[in-house]
C-alpha cells in the first residue's frame, strides 16, 4: 500500500498525492534539489572553453578584477591563448601553448591586423610562422607595431609573405625590442635583394643563432650590408644564403665579416654563382670559423676546376662533418686541374698538416654527386676513417672505380652510394675483391642501382664475396636496374641464395625491373621471408617458366 505522501528531499516538507499526475523518478528530484540550492545564487558567466568555437571572460569579480590589474596574471593568459585558439580554429589550423602556426593560411592583411591585436594577451609567445602567405606583403607594420614587448619569442619565420622594404624597415624596428629572437627566417622574399637589407642592419640582437636568406635575390652589393648584419651576432650557428645566384662576388664581402661569426657551425652557399675570385676569398676565411660542422657549395658550376684554390684551408676545420660539392662541376677532370691538384697535395710535407687532412677526410660524409674533379682526390689523399662516400650520378666514376677503392682500403666505410655511375664488370669485380680482403666489413648499405653494362659475372663476384663474409654488416643492397630498363637476374640468383645465410644483418634488398621465373621467385620469397626482409621487384616483370609445374598454385 502506497504512503498517502512523497517527502521532498531537502524541503521539509509533503507534496500532496495527485493521483492525475505522473509520478516523479528520483533522478527528477535530485534534479530539482541541485536547482533549489542554485536558485539563491548569483548567475555564473560561460566558462571558457578551449573546444568552443566562441569564448568569453568569466563574469566572477574575482577573475575581473585580474584582467584589470596591468600585470599578466596566468587567468589572462589562458584568456589570451583562448582567444587565439578560435582564431587559429576560424582558419583551420591548431596549436599548442608557446608556439602559432600560421604558414599557408591565405591571410590577409584583415587577418594580420586581428592577430596583432591579439597578440598583446599571449606574452609569452615563443614560436611564431607566418610563412607562404603571399597576401600579408607590404602591411606587416600591423603585426610587428604589436611585437615590442613580446620578450619570450624565439623564432619568427616569414618566408614566401612577399614582404617588401617597408616591411623589412618595420621588422627592422620591432627585432631591436626582442632580446630573445634565435630564428629568423626571410627566405623566398625576393624584394629583399637591392638593398632591403638595411632595414636589418644593426637591429639584430646577439641572441640570434640562425638566419636564413634563401631565395631573396641578393646580389653583390648586398654582401657588404649582409657583412653589417653580421658584426654583433657573435652566438650565429647557422647562416643560410643559398639560391641567390647573383650573389656572386658578394661572397668575398661576406667571408671578410666570418672572422667576427667564430661559432659559426654550418654555412649554406648552394647555388649563388661561387666564381674562383669568391672562392679563394672563402678559403682564407675559414681559418676564423674553426667550429664550421657544415659547409654546402653545391650546385656551383663556375668551381670547376678551381677546387684546388678551397683544399688547403680545409685544413683548419677539424670539426667538419658535411661537406657537399654536388653538381659544382658540368665537365670532366682536365689533366691541367688534376696536375695542379696533385702537386698541391704532394706539397704538404708537414706532419701536423697531413694529420688535419686525415682526420678532416676521416670524419665528413661526402657528397660529390656530378663533381667530377673530386674524384681524383682520391688518388693522392689517404681518407683512414671516412665512413659515408655518395658518388652517385657522376659518370666518370664508371671503369675508374679502382683508384677509389685503393684509396678506401684501409678505411671503416659504413654508406656506399654509386647509383648510375656507369659501372662496368670490371669495376664491381674489384668491388668484389675488396669485399674478400675484408676492407668493407663495416659496409652497411651498399647502392648499386642504375648500373646498367654491369654484367652477370660482375653481380655473382659481388654476391660470392658475400656469400663468404665480406658483407656480412650489409643491411641495404640495391641492385636496381633504370625504369626503362629490364633483363633476367637468372645467371646471378643462386649467388644470391648462397650469399642470404651469410647476410644475417640485411633489411632490404633491391631488385627492381629484373626479370625472374615463377619458380625462383617463389624460392627468393621463401628465404627472405624467414629473414624479415624487404623485397623491392616489380610485380609485372615476374615471368613464367616455361617448365612450371602446373599444379603449383597461382602468386598473390
Excluded at 161 to 186: K, M, N, T, Y
Excluded at 265 to 284: E, F, I, M
Excluded at 297 to 321: Q, V
Aim: net charge negative; with cysteine.
Amino acid at each position: 500500500m502506497e504512503p498517502s505522501g512523497t517527502t521532498t528531499a531537502g524541503t521539509g516538507g509533503q507534496r500532496p498525492r495527485d493521483s492525475g499526475s505522473v509520478r516523479r523518478s528520483p533522478l527528477d528530484l535530485i534534479i530539482n534539489q541541485i536547482r533549489r540550492k542554485r536558485s539563491d545564487r548569483r548567475p555564473l558567466g560561460r566558462l571558457l572553453s578551449w573546444a568552443s568555437d566562441r569564448t568569453a571572460i568569466r563574469e566572477s569579480a574575482e577573475t575581473e578584477e585580474r584582467i584589470q590589474s596591468p600585470e599578466v596574471g596566468d587567468g589572462e593568459h589562458d584568456i589570451g591563448w583562448g582567444r587565439i585558439r578560435a582564431f587559429l580554429h576560424k582558419l583551420g589550423k591548431d596549436t599548442e601553448k608557446g608556439k602559432i602556426n600560421l604558414s599557408h593560411c591565405d591571410l590577409t592583411a584583415t587577418d594580420l591586423l586581428e592577430l596583432g591585436t591579439l597578440l598583446p594577451y599571449v606574452p609569452q609567445l615563443e614560436q611564431l610562422d607566418l610563412s607562404w602567405n603571399e597576401l600579408i606583403g607590404g602591411s606587416l607594420r600591423a603585426l610587428t607595431s604589436h611585437l615590442n614587448h613580446m620578450n619570450w619569442i624565439s623564432a619568427l619565420k616569414l618566408n614566401g609573405c612577399r614582404l617588401d622594404h617597408q616591411d623589412i624597415a618595420a621588422l627592422g624596428e620591432a627585432l631591436s625590442c626582442l632580446p630573445s629572437v634565435e630564428v629568423l627566417d626571410l627566405s623566398w622574399n625576393g624584394a629583399l635583394g637591392g638593398g632591403a637589407l638595411q632595414g636589418l642592419v644593426g637591429k639584430l640582437q646577439p641572441s640570434l643563432t640562425e638566419l636564413h636568406l634563401v631565395a631573396c635575390e641578393l646580389t653583390a652589393a648586398d654582401g657588404t650590408l649582409l657583412g653589417g648584419i653580421l658584426s654583433p651576432l657573435s652566438r650565429l650557428c647557422v647562416l643560410d644564403v643559398s639560391c641567390n645566384p647573383h650573389f656572386t662576388d658578394g661572397v668575398k664581402e661576406l667571408s671578410s665579416a666570418l672572422s667576427k661569426a667564430a661559432s659559426l657551425k654550418t654555412l649554406r652557399l648552394q647555388r649563388v654563382g661561387l666564381s674562383p675570385h669568391s672562392l679563394q676569398a672563402l678559403g682564407d676565411s675559414l681559418q676564423s670559423v674553426p667550429s664550421l660542422r657544415h659547409l654546402d657549395l653545391s650546385c656551383n658550376r663556375g668551381l670547376s676546376g678551381h677546387l684546388p684554390l678551397l683544399t688547403p684551408h680545409l685544413t683548419h676545420l677539424s670539426l667538419l662533418e658535411t661537406l657537399d660539392l654536388s653538381l659544382t662541376s658540368a665537365t670532366n677532370p682536365t689533366p691541367h686541374s688534376v696536375l695542379n691538384l696533385t702537386r698541391l697535395l704532394k706539397d704538404v710535407t708537414n706532419e701536423e698538416t697531413m694529420e688535419n687532412i686525415e682526420r678532416l677526410s676521416g670524419v665528413f660524409p661526402l657528397h660529390v654527386y656530378q663533381c667530377e674533379v673530386f674524384i681524383m682526390y682520391f688518388s693522392v689523399l689517404a681518407v683512414p676513417y671516412l665512413r659515408c662516400v655518395d658518388l652517385s650520378w657522376c659518370k666518370v666514376v664508371g671503369a675508374r672505380l679502382s683508384l677509389l677503392l685503393d684509396a678506401l682500403q684501409p678505411s671503416v666505410l659504413q654508406e656506399l652510394r654509386l647509383s648510375s655511375c656507369e659501372l662496368t664488370t670490371d669495376d664491381v669485380q674489384h668491388l668484389a675483391s675488396a669485399c674478400h680482403g675484408g676492407f668493407l666489413s663495416s659496409l652497411r648499405i651498399l647502392d648499386l642501382s642504375y648500373n646498367s653494362p654491369v654484367g652477370a659475372n660482375g653481380w655473382s663476384g659481388l654476391l660470392t664475396s658475400g656469400s663468404q663474409g665480406g658483407l656480412g654488416s650489409l643491411e641495404e643492397l640495391d641492385l636496381s636496374l633504370r625504369p626503362v630498363a629490364s633483363a633476367p637476374c637468372s645467371e646471378w640468383l643462386p649467388a644470391l641464395f648462397r650469399a642470404l645465410p651469410r647476410l644475417t644483418a640485411l633489411k632490404r634488398l633491391g631488385l627492381q625491373r629484373w626479370t625472374i621465373e615463377a619458380k625462383e621467385k617463389l624460392q627468393l620469397d621463401h628465404c627472405l621471408k624467414k629473414r624479415n626482409v624487404l623485397l623491392e621487384m616489380d610485380a609485372e616483370e615476374r615471368k613464367e617458366s616455361v617448365n612450371e609445374d602446373k599444379t603449383m598454385p597461382p602468386e598473390e
